[in-house]
């Protein structure tokens, strides 16, 4: 079992950035995947970034040399550096972790508007 807890969401102005933080609890951290997904208002949730426990990285397309996911296996927590940010990035982002099963948090809400 793992719980999660995301922070960092808030409102920001178009080309501002934003830090999220996911802290996990419950488990062994570092061998479980971990990462970000979105969704918008009337849109399907959609993978933002993935690390792997080898901290290998996937990103979608739509944020590739805009966000950053890292990890920190001694706190528990992984993070989202989102920069470059666009209205289109307007959503409540949600943290999971995977291994045999997947985990998620409550989400945070992130706004883009000036």
């Known amino acids: 079992q793992v719980q999660l807890v995301e922070s960092g969401g808030g409102l920001v102005q178009p080309g501002g950035s934003l830090r999220l933080s996911c802290a996990a609890s419950?488990?062994?951290?570092?061998?479980?995947?971990m990462g970000w997904c979105r969704q918008a208002p009337g849109k399907e949730r959609e993978l933002v970034a993935e690390?792997?426990?080898?901290?290998?990285?996937n990103y979608a397309d739509f944020v590739k040399g805009r966000f950053t996911i890292s990890r920190d296996n001694a706190k528990k927590t992984v993070y989202l550096q989102m920069n470059s940010l666009k209205p289109e990035d307007t959503a409540v982002y949600y943290c999971?972790?995977?291994?045999?099963?997947?985990?998620w948090g409550q989400g945070t809400q992130v706004t883009v508007s000036s």
């Open positions: 999971y972790a995977r291994l045999k099963s997947d985990y």
């Open positions: 419950g488990s062994i951290f570092s061998i479980y995947t």
């Open positions: 690390i792997s426990s080898g901290h290998s990285t």
